[in-house]
């Protein structure tokens, strides 16, 4: 059972930049495809960004720019930089993993952005 742990969450003030962290039970170049995605509060869950197994990385247009995707396969861990964080980006924010056509979830870390 692959096992996904997100770290790095918490309070911000606007402008200021977070990098969150999802450590893998598993050697995370054996996932077709890894990524963050977010949820705020009566709202649907989002792709913020995502990396191939091959290094290619995605990020919604809406965040290209201020959220960075990256990948240590040595420490099994993706991050997502966050910078110039704004007010709307508050949100739980989820790691997420795609082997074989199976999804898996971290448990989720908040993210809150004060103006």
């Known amino acids: 059972q692959v096992q996904l742990v997100e770290s790095g969450g918490g309070l911000v003030q606007a402008g200021g930049s977070l990098r969150l962290s999802c450590a893998a039970s598993?050697?995370?170049?054996?996932?077709?495809?890894m990524g963050w995605y977010r949820q705020a509060p009566g709202k649907q869950r989002e792709l913020v960004a995502g990396?191939?197994?091959?290094?290619?990385?995605t990020a919604a247009d809406s965040l290209k720019g201020r959220f960075t995707i990256t990948r240590d396969t040595a420490k099994r861990t993706v991050y997502l930089q966050m910078n110039s964080l704004k007010p709307e980006d508050t949100a739980v924010y989820y790691c997420?993993?795609?082997?074989?056509?199976?999804?898996?979830w971290g448990q989720g870390t908040q993210v809150t952005v004060s103006s």
């Open positions: 598993a050697i995370i170049s054996r996932f077709a495809t």
């Open positions: 997420n993993a795609v082997q074989w056509g199976n999804q898996y």
């Open positions: 990396i191939t197994n091959g290094g290619t990385t």
